[in-house]
Nanobody
Framework: VQLQASGGGLVQAGGSLSLSCAAS????????VGWFRQAPGKEREFVAA????????NYAGSVEGRFTISRDSAKNMAYLQMDTLKPEDTAVYFC?????????????????????WGQGTLVTVSS
């Protein structure tokens, strides 16, 4: 499976952006999907994740209530709706996929559990 993230851009604080993650080459149905972000000079951090069928989600505390992760199995896509954006949300956002067979006990929130990564899309939030 190859992943491609898109939808980043420049937005004012308080605004919204919707990121998309397109999968090609194989179905995403056997994968959990996560979003991570990396700000300049900082470590990559977990943002949100959804399990293989979309009925379980997990969010970082810093985005809970503002971001919504979802997936569309028919389109082989995943999404991250970002509302009430803050300048501290500025980062490159990556979508990633973790094989259900190696992560069947819990929805992973650490980057090392995800073996497939997209190229990242830049989100810049101005104050």
């Amino acid at each position: 499976v190859q992943l491609q993230a898109s939808g980043g851009g420049l937005v004012q604080a308080g605004g919204s952006l919707s990121l998309s993650c397109a999968a090609s080459g194989r179905t995403l149905n056997n994968y959990h999907v996560g979003w991570f972000r990396q700000a300049p000079g900082k470590e990559r951090e977990f943002v949100a994740a959804t399990n293989w069928n979309g009925d379980t989600t997990n969010y970082a505390g810093s985005v809970e209530g503002r971001f919504t992760i979802s997936r569309d199995s028919a389109k082989n896509m995943a999404y991250l709706q970002m509302d009430t954006l803050k300048p501290e949300d500025t980062a490159v956002y990556f979508c990633a996929a973790a094989d259900v067979r190696t992560n069947f006990l819990a929805l992973p929130i650490i980057a090392s559990a995800y073996e497939l990564w997209g190229q990242g899309t830049l989100v810049t939030v101005s104050s």
